[in-house]
């Protein structure tokens, strides 16, 4: 507890018996004030103990001892500090974004948003067609104008480790390279994936300091933490360090999020985290690339659903998107899963241990959606039926192992 130098200074002459007036007395700021008017209404040999009882309860007892010895009771009395001003809503106007939204009805101003969908639908792509419209300055998916300066890059926090999956899809959006920027050192650009790790927030710190970027994206919430997002305690440790990079920076943090088999969020409390949560679902099992966007919570009216069309250099949108999907039905359709893996097999039996971004890159030519082939791939490596591993990633296609000879 830091003592004004006008307190110290009065404290000093009560200890020295040398006169006080009421005014000066009055001035005394609390804590200070009660410890003064009980040390003038003493006895002068009384003093010193009613201070040094007050002194041992103090958290820094020897910060009271330093302050009282470099007050000088004899000289005139320095300036009363004024009192402390605390925060108002003029202070949040100063630090506020110029607008409310950065998308209006969709994307909050230097707020945290949620985009939920079924695995594989689309979210990685849709939030990088995003950011390839800041970076091209072209408008919002709903025709409203770009509110962000063109070339702005995104931040990626890549959790589900599909860095090189964003880079092979760079070119065809027309975006360089420095469109997408990780929080992660060059030499080790595969790192900063976890929410768990102090660097990962120092390197979002400092990232945002350097870049001023669009927005972050977290890809996704459920592999950016080791910790249960179902659980409250698990919110509340990521709500109040996400909340203060979006303040202190004024940028939009936009987590991805996995659907339950319920079709909702993954993760009952992340309500608690979002401003804003849109959710994307392909209602038509036949048509994949075709996807409605709508928004499940706002704090403002919620616009009308939006139709989204993927396509290989961005996506298209309009105002009449497919009716609704089955609410017990999230996702795609594991066919199109298994068409992938399919692809995969084919295109590692003619040449094992190929780069995943060479084979990603024939997927997606032949109209393949990149998450249908990042889920391929997850189901293959957790089937034991393919490995994925080193920088960069290189697909290896295990060999079956045949049964031993009766």
Known sequence: MKIPAYDAWVLARLLADLPVAAAELAAVSKPWHALAVRMAAAPPADRLAILEGFRLSLPDPDALVKALTDAKPTDPAPPVDPPRRFATCADIGRLQSASAWVWKGWLPSARVVGVAAGEGVGKTRFAQDLGRRVWHGEAWPDGQPMTLPPQSPTIWVAADGQHDELAATLADLGMPPEAIIFPADPDDPYGGTSLDEDETWDALDEACQIYRPAFIVVDSLTYATRWDIGEQRTIAMLKAPLVRLAQTYQVLIMLLLHLSKEGVALGRRIRGITRTLMHLEAPDPARPERLRLWVEK???????????TIGPAGNTYDFTPPAPCDPAKGGRPPAERDKAASFIRDALAKQNDRKLAAVLSEWTKTGGSVGTFWNA????V??????????PKILHLIPAQQPPAP
């Open 298 to 308: 706002s704090y403002a009216a919620k616009p009308p659903p939006l139709g989204v």
């Open 382 to 391: 957790d089937a034991g039926e393919l490995t994925c591993d080193g920088k």
């Open 377 to 380: 791939r997850d189901a293959m």
